[in-house]
């Protein structure tokens, strides 16, 4: 694989209804009721139920895995929690786009910048993994 | 006020956590993850996986109810309800696979009160008993 400063990976478009947050919470143990709850996510000063941080960083995190073929490979990966991805009690759901672009490549590492966008901005900041490169 | 006394402490390792299969397929479809490798042991082994490999976030399926359980404690005086989750990343040592038995160690890295926040900033050392396998840093944030 010919992997430079610069290579994009293909892109991806998440789907987040209230029953991937329901799932997520059940497969992560994180059952807090901003994720499943309107009036408590209002309670704490939230427009509604909002989707786990970490659902939208390991889903998003699909676009890098899915390119390099090898969960093993991450050395690392993290992002900042920016804005929170609304998601509405209906059938579509928040629809988040995830960008990634390589930018470095050194010592047979490559490193990632991915970018997740919600309703026209960013969710997550300093969206980095760093992924061992196959020989 | 969150007890800043914690700050620089580390608190008792908690484990073994035996990283199941059926919890990796759970935990790789709640992300929508289709990665043979973490689904199907035949593949992982073919490439080379003692078991089934983890997705890179499943970490925190044993390090948030850890988490939550000491911020949740009253001796740390931690507004859970309103706590928003600000930062993540997760180093790995060596990958995570079905039948890990893994040890958490939360340590207590900072503490600090800005702008009507108080940002804590938690780390958990995940090994097994003969290695480290994981960091993780979480930032976790709550209205002072």
């Not at chain 2, 740390?76 to 180093?91: E, N, S």
Request: include cysteine; aromatic fraction near 6%; charge should be negative.
């Amino acid at each position: 694989m010919s992997v430079e400063k610069g290579t994009e990976l293909p892109p991806l478009e998440l789907h987040l209804t209230r029953a991937d947050l329901v799932r997520y919470a059940g497969a992560s143990g994180d059952f807090n009721p901003i994720h499943w709850s309107d009036r408590i996510a209002q309670v704490a000063g939230l427009p509604g139920v909002i989707a786990h941080g970490m659902l939208t960083l390991g889903a998003a995190g699909r676009i890098v895995t899915d390119w390099v073929g090898d969960p093993s490979r991450v050395r690392s990966y993290g992002a900042r929690f920016t804005r929170p991805v609304l998601v509405p009690d209906d059938d579509a759901g928040a629809t988040v786009t995830v960008t990634a672009v390589v930018s470095d490549v050194s010592d047979g590492i490559a490193k990632v910048d991915v970018k997740a966008v919600f309703d026209g901005k960013g969710v997550l900041g300093r969206a980095v993994a760093e992924v061992v490169l196959p020989d | 006020m969150p007890d800043e006394s914690f700050v620089g402490r580390a608190l008792p390792a908690v484990g073994p956590f035996q990283v199941g299969r059926e919890k990796i397929r759970e935990f790789a479809a709640a992300i929508g993850d289709t990665s043979p490798l973490s689904l199907d042991l035949d593949v992982a082994r073919a490439a080379g996986h003692r078991d089934l490999v983890a997705p890179p976030t499943f970490s925190t399926t044993f390090t948030m109810p850890l988490i939550e359980a000491f911020l949740k404690d009253p001796a740390f005086d931690w507004d859970y309800t309103r706590m928003v989750h600000g930062d993540q990343r997760i180093v790995f040592h060596r990958p995570i696979l079905g039948g890990d038995d893994l040890f958490t160690t939360i340590h207590v890295d900072s503490l600090t009160t800005r702008a009507g926040s108080h940002m804590l900033t938690l780390r958990c050392e995940v090994a097994t008993a003969e290695e480290p396998v994981a960091t993780t840093t979480s930032l976790l944030v709550t209205q002072a």
